[in-house]
Every structure is written in C-alpha cells, then in structure tokens.
C-alpha cells in the first residue's frame, strides 16, 4: 500500500501535464507571429493597428517626422521619441509639430516608415 500512494500521484501528474501545456499554449503571446497565417493575426500586406503620438519635427524634404508615441504593439516597440520615414510624403501635410496624432508604423526596407497619420479626435 505504502508504494501504491506514490504511483497514484505520479499518475496524476501525469495525466494533467497535456492540461497545463494546452493553458500555457492558450496564454502565449501570438503577437510576434505576424506572418504565420493564424487567424486574426497582423499578416504582411494587412493595416496595422494606430498608434497615439505627437508630432515634434516634420521635415518635407527629407520625408521624415519625428514622433514621441506610445507602444507601437505590431513592432513590439515601446514608446519613446523618434524620427520616422513616410510612405508617402503627402501624409507630413495633414499634420504640424505639436499636434496630437494617431498613426500606423510598419517595416519596411529595413526602416520603419509611417504609412498612415491623422490628428487625433
């Protein structure tokens, strides 16, 4: 009897360890697998979310304007202050230094760039 209690317990240890791997499966953060086809997912192509922010500098004729933004969740970049290329230089026209903003940043040719910008509501 005295070594039937210890196989009981290694029996149910066993038994519960595919339950413990499933939860931590379901608890994992999914966010760095963009690009790996799982549903509701950020894949390459799709719009990545908004980001809040708040313009410091634009310069036109370089393309660049510089941010002081909150966590960029799709580049799993925490919020600082930084210079950023745009896709497209008609974007630093909808926005002034000062102004506070929502915009969508992505990689892309090595450099994060600034796809989309609005002033925040």
């Not at 608890?27 to 509701?40: C, E, I, R, V």
């Not at 922010?53 to 310069?59: M, P």
């Amino acid at each position: 009897m005295k070594t039937f209690k210890p196989l009981l317990v290694a029996l149910a240890f066993a038994a519960s360890a595919p339950f413990a791997i499933s939860a931590h499966a379901q608890a994992m953060d999914h966010s760095k697998m963009a690009g790996t086809n799982m549903p509701g997912m950020k894949m390459d192509g799709m719009p990545a979310s908004m980001t809040e922010g708040e313009v410091r500098k634009i310069d036109k004729e370089a393309k660049k304007i510089t941010l002081k933004h909150g966590d960029i969740k799709n580049l799993d970049m925490p919020g600082m202050t930084m210079v950023f290329q745009v896709k497209d230089a008609a974007l630093l026209d909808k926005v002034k230094a000062g102004d506070k903003v929502m915009f969508t940043a992505e990689k892309a040719d090595g450099a994060i760039v600034v796809t989309a910008i609005e002033a925040a509501k």
